[in-house]
């Protein structure tokens, strides 16, 4: 459980990391946090970590210890990213004695660098496994709110019913990747977001060079109609006709409803590198620091309407 008060509206909330731990130090040290005994800490702040910690980066064991200290020592909150989650199910096996993530090519690829991070120290990876169990999958307080992906009404609701505490306990772990079932629906939308299917039978080669039939939408604000594949999608799909939509049963976020925080987008910055906040309520703080981006964090102090002059990120400090 999280040593800091519900009333708390002082955080540094920084995106996802993903090994990248000379970024994480640079931002931290520009951002006035002292590095005291084993752990950074700052007189007046804490820090929201919205996941995604490890993969892709090489540094991922110190990104973890950077981290983890934090938590540990009552100067952060650390969320589950999907990418954490990932990592607990392909380490986990089910009562048929199958992993509850297959061991698939792509899935070993997607894992491999964390994996070789660790490969001369076992115990301190599944140590820091274990501790990815204990991640809360979303954040909220009076002021506002900070999950990894995507703050859906419907998906929160019912975790509050299956959750006495904001965590995915053990026990309820195998359900939550059984596909079909209300808790699996509820765990991808939070930590992978909202998606919809291509229409008619189309695919699309992402990023990390998967081909995928379903893309992620833009659940932070109802795009404008007519709904085009162009408004909806919360990234650029290469080759694609830009084709008319229809949304049905989508809800998206209010514009009256408390701030919200959340990584997971890829986002890029403006034409003047600089990153902004989505809507005067939603902001991404994900900004590609994998993909030669920024490490970027909002520095919030209990504001209703977000300003894009509270985002800081390292770059800005080089």
């Known amino acids: ?54 993969d892709r980066g090489v540094n991922v064991v110190e990104v973890l210890e950077i981290v983890k200290n934090m938590v540990d020592n009552g100067e952060a909150i650390a969320l589950m990213g999907n990418h954490e989650y990932n990592a607990i199910c392909y380490n986990t096996k089910a009562t048929d004695g199958s992993y509850l993530r297959a061991h698939t090519k ?52 019912y975790l509050k019913t299956r959750l006495t505490q904001p965590c995915l306990p053990l026990d309820l772990l195998e359900e939550a990747t059984r596909e079909g079932t209300a808790l699996h629906q509820a765990v991808e939308i939070v930590l992978k977001g909202k998606e919809m299917v291509l229409p008619n039978q189309k695919s699309f080669i992402d990023k990390d060079g998967v081909i995928r039939d379903s893309f992620r939408i833009k659940w932070w604000e109802e795009p404008k109609k007519p709904h085009r594949l162009s408004t909806v999608s919360a990234s650029v799909i290469k080759h694609q006709s830009d084709q008319a939509l229809t949304l049905q049963n989508l809800s998206f976020y209010p514009k009256e409803a408390k701030p919200v925080f959340f990584g997971h987008y890829w986002m890029k910055v403006n034409a003047n590198l600089k990153p902004t906040v989505l809507t005067a309520n939603t902001c991404c703080l994900d900004f590609s620091v994998a993909k030669d981006g920024y490490l970027v964090c909002y520095r919030y102090q209990g504001e209703q309407i977000l300003d894009s002059t509270c985002m800081k990120f390292i770059k800005e400090y080089n």
């Open 106 to 157: 792509k899935n070993f690829n997607q894992h491999a660098i964390t994996m070789a991070a660790f490969m001369q120290q076992p115990a301190l990876y599944q140590m820091y496994i274990e501790w990815f169990k204990t991640l809360p999958l979303f954040y909220e307080n009076n002021s506002f709110r900070a999950i990894h992906a995507c703050w859906d009404y419907e998906s929160i609701a």
């Open 1 to 54: 459980m999280s040593r800091i008060p519900e009333n708390f509206n002082n955080f540094d909330i920084i995106g996802d990391i993903h090994g990248h731990s000379n970024d994480l130090k640079k931002l931290l040290g520009a951002l006035g946090y002292k590095l005291i005994s084993n752990y950074y800490q700052h007189p007046e702040r804490k820090v929201l970590f919205l996941g995604d910690y490890i």
